[in-house]
């Protein structure tokens, strides 16, 4: 029975925010782990600062590696992605908007109908 490994829960979100695969970043949290390993006890709060400490420069490191093996075309395709992002939040909002505004008629026009009437 083999156990999983222990990482931060917001290492997924680091990893998709930097653009690196979770394998990639896991192996990153590893390397961390290792270089906190040298410099404090293992468990204390130290070791875990060094360790986030590392991880979020090896990240930015390998960000920026990646970014550079991309002749500059990845930073613009993750800005698109951010931008269709942005634009289907922006449509849904429309959208949720509209039905309200359909129903807070549709209300108004029942409370009329049901109005008593005077002659």
Do not use: H
């Not at 550079?68 to 931008?83: D, E, I, K, N």
Request: proline share 5%; glycine share 6%.
């Amino acid at each position: 029975m083999s156990s999983k490994p222990k990482t931060p829960k917001l290492l997924p979100w680091l990893a998709k925010k930097a653009g690196i695969s979770d394998a990639r970043s896991i192996a990153l949290w590893r390397e961390a782990e290792r270089w906190a390993e040298r410099r404090s006890a293992p468990g204390s709060s130290d070791y875990f600062r060094l360790t986030v400490d590392r991880l979020l420069e090896l990240v930015a490191a390998e960000s920026l590696r990646a970014d550079a093996a991309s002749f500059g075309w990845r930073p613009w395709a993750r800005a698109q992605a951010r931008l269709w992002a942005l634009s289907m939040q922006v449509a849904q909002e429309g959208a949720a908007l509209t039905v309200r505004g359909w129903r807070l008629i549709g209300s108004a026009a029942q409370q009329d109908a049901n109005a008593p009437r005077s002659v």
